[in-house]
């Protein structure tokens, strides 16, 4: 969501901040901003609506040259995106501050200070801290103990970045709840939300906790814990490269993401799985001890996390013989769930950083789970440091707003996760053998699905001018039909739902006519049957099917009815082949209606906020 950047320096920072925007841009944001401490000890800001590019044609106009400065990219909580609701925000020229997150008693604090006599000039809740900052100023503390005595006030979730005039050689951070990582640099440091900022400058980082309050200066970071008492983080040095971050000559990121998909499953596999066995230790030195003890799954994620989650319960109960629930991560939270002995509360999530999710595994540790097990793409993130097991994905940096590779990788992970469980529930040699076997030819069989790109780009000229679909699937194909309905709604903004096929009857069919296409996912499989007679009522109402099928499936073409055959696949892993076609068929409606596609309009990469 929000992105934040920060530098302490001798040299000029902005072209640092400008570049650590630019890279923050995948995570989605509606305007942008940049403040500074410059040679006379006064604060100069510019901020602009709309993309970093245009505040960079502001800069090349009015350059900010200084050694302290802060920039964001914000993503619009309170108030609409607009120059006055950007970040950094001031107060009475004497501090500059950037803001993750959301506070949650930012109207009473508002009223109270208004009663005081601050005068504001946005409809953020950021501004609130701002002015608790400049207040503790006031009293003749530093910059550190104000932004300490300030956060105090606050209710809800921040991650923050302050700079003062009264001292210009320093950038105060404080976390909780929202992810904030420091860069470490010879002779200068910095500060952002996510490592892909700042690695054009440093690839070392100290990931803060929460509750962490730091004082960077050039030569020097100083930690505190939430207890005031100074402390030591850990440094780790990123794998990750500059150049990983690029389109590598594709037109999008996200069609990058998908073709990329044969190397990410691969190297999600590697060193997992050897002569038809699981290797053990995938899991953490616990892990073997662990899922011996595991009587039940519990999921929890969001978005498109939850879908393969949803997809993982037909595996965990199918395959596995183990009970498994799968819940949203933002209701979960508010529910008082009955817990099952020795059940493992399993999370998912790309950034590891998403708020829900994080909220919903704090929540469970009160409970009475077995242990919390991560399914993660970011080493570093904030879930896998609070979870006592973790598989990495290994699915690299995926930078569209729409996850593609993340989404598959996850599939991969839990059916990893399912084969372990399975070990001891029973699964024979055999059945993990051919499992383990299937997942190993997922590379060769989602490049036979990319082959389709050309047909299914065709395809998709026949929906530009759509406003409705629905999709169908029975089984696991049906969470399938729902990711698939979610990536067609997040990047071409066609109204897209899913249900399961033998629903229709039970109202969905009121809505079929010609005017309202039908997708529909049929794998070869044991509902294959029943799915054809679930088509027969479509194509009774007049509604156009249009039918991503098994070629083996007898799936014929005819008036009304077309037909788009995916090389045949074995089932456990027919889910993760058949979303390939559905990404493609996302992407080409959505660049035919010329949509922002890496970048939808109101979404974020990272959702860090509730």
């Not at 006592?388 to 993340?406: D, H, N, Q």
């Not at 479509?538 to 077309?562: C, K, M, T, W």
Request: net charge negative; glycine share 8%.
């Amino acid at each position: 969501m929000c992105g934040i950047v920060g530098v302490v320096a001798q040299r000029h920072v902005t072209p640092i901040l400008l570049e650590g925007l630019k890279r923050l841009e995948y995570r989605g944001y509606d305007s942008a901003g940049i403040a500074i401490i410059n040679e006379d000890n006064a604060i100069e800001r510019l901020r602009a609506p709309g993309k970093v590019q245009q505040l960079e044609e502001e800069l090349n106009t009015k350059p900010l040259n200084a050694g302290l400065g802060i920039a964001h990219t914000r993503w619009a909580t309170h108030g609409e995106p607009s120059t006055r609701n950007a970040h950094p925000h001031v107060c009475r020229d004497k501090v500059a501050l950037v803001h993750n997150g959301i506070i949650e008693n930012h109207a009473e604090l508002r009223e109270q200070q208004t009663l005081a006599g601050h005068e504001f000039t946005s409809d953020t809740d950021t501004e609130v801290i701002v002015n608790l900052v400049y207040d503790h100023l006031q009293k003749g503390t530093s910059l550190v103990k104000a932004v300490g005595a300030a956060i105090c006030d606050l209710e809800g979730a921040y991650a923050l970045g302050v700079v003062t005039v009264s001292e210009p050689d320093c950038l105060v951070v404080a976390r909780r709840g929202s992810p904030l990582i420091i860069g470490l640099g010879i002779g200068e440091n910095y500060i952002a939300s996510d490592v892909f900022a700042l690695l054009p400058v440093t690839q070392r980082f100290i990931f803060l906790e929460d509750g962490d309050l730091a004082e960077i200066k050039r030569e020097t970071v100083t930690i505190f814990d939430a207890a005031g008492a100074v402390v030591q983080r850990p440094e780790s040095t990123s794998k990750l490269s500059p150049d990983m971050v690029d389109k590598s000559g594709y037109r999008h990121f996200m069609l990058k993401e998908i073709f990329n998909q044969p190397q990410a499953v691969a190297d999600t596999l590697e060193g997992r799985v050897h002569n038809g066995q699981l290797l053990d230790g995938i899991f953490g030195h616990q892990g073997r001890d662990v899922l011996e003890q595991v009587k039940a799954v519990t999921i929890v994620a969001c978005g498109t996390s939850y879908h393969a989650g949803m997809i993982a319960r037909y595996w965990f109960e199918g395959l596995a013989g183990v009970p498994c629930s799968v819940e949203v991560a933002s209701e979960f939270r508010y529910r008082r769930p009955v817990v099952r002995d020795g059940t493992l509360f399993v999370t998912i999530s790309q950034s590891g950083e998403t708020a829900d999710t994080l909220a919903a595994l704090r929540e469970a540790k009160t409970s009475r789970y077995l242990r919390s097990l991560a399914i993660c793409n970011v080493p570093e993130s904030s879930l896998t440091r609070e979870s006592e097991l973790v598989l990495m994905t290994r699915a690299g940096p995926e930078i569209g707003v729409a996850s593609t590779k993340a989404f598959t990788t996850q599939l991969v992970a839990l059916l990893l996760l399912v084969i372990a469980l399975g070990r001891r529930t029973g699964m024979s040699t055999e059945g993990m053998s051919n499992l383990i076997a299937q997942l190993e030819s997922l590379p060769a069989k989602i490049n036979l699905a990319l082959e389709m790109n050309d047909c299914i780009a065709a395809l998709a000229e026949r929906f530009v001018n759509k406003h409705h679909t629905l999709y169908l699937g029975r089984g696991s194909m049906y969470p399938v039909a729902m990711e698939g309905a979610l990536k067609l709604k997040e990047i071409s903004y066609i109204h897209a739902e899913a249900y399961p096929a033998g629903e229709l009857k039970h109202g969905p069919l009121a809505l079929v006519d010609e005017e309202m296409p039908v997708i529909s996912i049929a794998p070869n499989n044991d509902l294959l049957e029943k799915l054809k007679s679930n088509l027969e009522e479509v194509r009774a109402r007049g509604g156009e099917l249009y039918i991503f099928a098994d070629s083996r499936g007898n799936v014929s073409p005819s008036q009304g009815i077309h037909v788009l055959n995916v090389a045949s696949v074995e089932d456990p892993i027919a889910p993760v082949v058949y979303t390939i076609p559905l990404q493609l068929f996302a992407y080409h409606v959505a660049v035919l209606k010329g949509a922002d596609v890496d970048q939808p309009r109101n979404l974020a990469k990272s959702v860090t906020v509730e």
